[in-house]
């Protein structure tokens, strides 16, 4: 199976600060670490390539410093990291980075599947997946819990649900986005800390992918954020003593007031 | 301190950690409760390579020396000495192999101890503690196999390990010099195990007897020649009595990091009880002491890792330096907790409890001083200064 597997390079969430002026993260000073649910993602990339062989790339987009997510990837199993990163991408939002990520797994030829995690713990979107997708027009099958099995070019899948679970046959190649709930994480193994070590990157820029310039970073992104905030505490309600009768009509008649 | 580790030392202290952070802390209280042995997290370490750390890579190791394993064994030891030693016991166990094994003997056993078989080491019996001399286990050669009798007691990874390296008489009319060391595989007929032993501390850790009935193996197990079991074990101890020193440095690294996280959040007299001198002094005292013995330790084993060719007395002095201080410094941990540090509830009581096996296994700490004292005396006689 060739894998593809998606990951971002996120701030640890237990230390998340967001600039009151630009709203923007403030990066200084906060490690750096795969977003969680990417982690996910990598190990059953990973399990897949053990259980049916061939190859599993991990994929990033991000500033240079990305790096380090993808050396962490490869240490966890994965074959190769490819970095997706040029100043024509700052900037981008879930559509760009969606449509940016999608050129770059096109340049990967014959990919069986692509694994992403359900969203980042910076944006919480959980629209780069299923933007992929789209872009490259294939199916998806979001919040997988399992895999049950892949034969014959078709993949069946348990996908969560808010209710239980459902279970989904699809075509392959396609796109699922992972729950924490699908495997459990492996530790890097020493050898395989140490081949991340000295494995080679690839680095790709705009021009590596054929690519439609104004669909890219700022000028490729429709949406931007024009404000960061926490959301105030919901004020304390007001409760109404007394019998229900003479209960009801005060909050009738408070209503009424309110309304004018 | 910077002892300028190596960067792949470092990546192993880091991964060590980590498995320590995040699969021994969490159940080292249940399994000191309950005594069981630490299955999967040996699985997690073996899957990380971790006891192929000390093996050559020609038989599928990491091709690391006493040093790496020291590292090792103290960071697991920061969470659990006692699931630390499933891991700290099998190097014991290979030891013998690794000293004494011939290719044939090296290729059979190593790699499957690089995978993650658990080894265990037995020398001490019922009569033959810190007089190792006094062995009673008897291997009695007959054609191409020795029939071992005899009982073994006080067996780390007893029951657990598959692989044994064990000291039996062969010419008990010699003495000393009359012992051979062999290799039992679990399994083995008339190879058993006797009861488990209830412990203080280490609990995680299983501690068995070995029963030797009849037991035939093939002549092939034998380690090095008749007649050489002592050496073998001597030489097996001056290069496990560093990973001891490391294992005491550990788990008082271990109490001091849990005592030092407590006077930050305990309140009295309306101030953390760290603001007191009282409680910084002890702090002071407990690091600086295991700051010491990391640095005995780990000179020790560069010592042993660098092939210096008499290693004995500086062996000795990690393990005993190591082991008093654990012992000294888990029960100042335990007083910085005060009440709280008697209650098995927080984690202090349990660290002051494995402290003490430290003092005691891989000879007790009188042993040590005699060793060290002879080695003094035989080294000034001989004029050699």
């Avoid at chain 1, 996910?40 to 990033?60: P, S």
């Avoid at chain 1, 309600?237 to 309110?258: I, R």
Wanted: one cysteine or more.
């Amino acid at each position: 199976m060739n894998i593809v597997v998606c990951i971002k390079q996120v701030p640890d969430t237990t230390q998340v600060r967001i600039d009151p002026v630009t709203n923007t993260l403030i990066r200084e000073g906060v490690q750096s670490i795969i977003n969680p649910f990417d982690v996910y993602a990598i190990e059953e990339g990973v399990r897949l390539k053990e259980r049916f062989g061939g190859k599993v790339t991990v994929i990033t987009m991000g500033p240079p410093q990305a790096e380090a997510v993808l050396r962490e990837s490869i240490s966890m199993g994965c074959d190769e990291g490819v970095l997706v990163s040029d100043r024509a991408f700052a900037g981008s939002d879930t559509l760009a980075t969606g449509y940016t990520l999608a050129r770059a797994i096109n340049k990967i030829k014959d990919v069986d599947m692509i694994i992403c995690g359900k969203q980042a713990s910076d944006g919480d979107t959980a629209q780069v997946g299923p933007g992929i997708a789209t872009q490259l027009d294939i199916p998806q099958v979001t919040y997988v819990k399992k895999i049950e099995e892949i034969a014959n070019g078709k993949a069946k899948i348990e996908r969560m649900t808010e209710e239980g679970f459902e279970i989904v046959e699809t075509s392959m190649p396609c796109l699922i986005t992972v729950v924490k709930e699908i495997n459990e994480p492996r530790i890097p193994s020493l050898k395989g800390r140490m081949a991340a070590k000295k494995a080679v990157i690839l680095a790709w820029k705009a021009i590596d992918l054929d690519i439609e310039e104004n669909r890219l970073g700022l000028t490729g992104s429709p949406t931007w954020v024009s404000k960061i905030f926490t959301p105030p505490p919901r004020p304390k309600g007001q409760m109404f003593e007394g019998d229900p009768e003479e209960s009801a009509t005060n909050l009738v008649d408070l209503l009424k007031n309110h309304i004018g | 301190m910077d002892y300028l580790l190596s960067e792949q030392q470092i990546m192993i202290r880091d991964l060590c950690r980590q498995i320590t952070e995040e699969k021994i802390k969490p159940v080292a209280a249940e399994l000191d409760k309950t005594e069981e042995f630490p299955h999967s997290v040996v699985k997690v370490m073996a899957d990380a390579d971790l006891f192929g750390l000390f093996i050559d890579e020609q038989y599928g190791g990491m091709g690391g020396g006493i040093l790496d394993l020291c590292i090792a064994t103290e960071e697991f030891s920061r969470g659990c000495a006692g699931i630390a030693l499933a891991y700290a016991g099998t190097a014991l166990g290979v030891d013998p192999i690794l000293i004494a094994g011939n290719d044939e003997q090296k290729a059979k056993y190593l790699p499957r101890v690089a995978k993650g078989t658990l080894c265990a080491f037995g020398i001490t019996e019922p009569g033959a503690g810190s007089d190792a001399g006094g062995t009673q286990t008897t291997a009695k050669k007959e054609g191409d196999h020795y029939i071992l009798n005899g009982t073994k007691c006080f067996i780390t990874n007893g029951g657990e390990a598959d692989i044994y390296t064990v000291v039996a008489m062969t010419d008990k009319s010699r003495g000393a010099r009359g012992a051979s060391m062999f290799i039992v595989e679990k399994g083995t007929p008339g190879f058993t195990f006797g009861k488990k032993e209830e412990k203080l501390g280490i609990r995680a850790s299983a501690t068995r007897e070995l029963i030797f009935q009849d037991c035939k193996i093939p002549k092939e197990n034998l380690l090095g020649k008749e007649g050489q079991g002592f050496i073998i074990a001597m030489r097996t101890f001056d290069m496990s009595r560093p990973g001891i020193g490391a294992q005491a440095v550990g788990i008082a690294q271990g109490s001091l990091d849990a005592a030092l996280e407590y006077a930050k959040q305990r309140v009295q007299f309306g101030k953390p009880i760290s603001s007191f001198q009282g409680i910084q002094f002890m702090l002071a005292d407990m690091a600086t002491q295991i700051e010491a013995a990391r640095a005995l330790v780990y000179a020790a084993a560069r010592q042993i890792d660098a092939g210096v060719k008499d290693v004995t007395r500086s062996s000795a002095m990690a393990k005993l330096f190591a082991s008093d201080m654990a012992m000294r410094v888990t029960v100042d941990a335990v007083q910085i907790f005060g009440g709280y540090g008697y209650i098995k509830e927080y984690p202090a009581e349990k660290y002051m409890r494995d402290a003490k096996i430290t003092q005691i296994y891989e000879g007790t700490n009188q042993i040590q001083r005699n060793i060290i004292a002879r080695d003094l005396i035989r080294e000034r006689s001989s004029g050699v200064v």
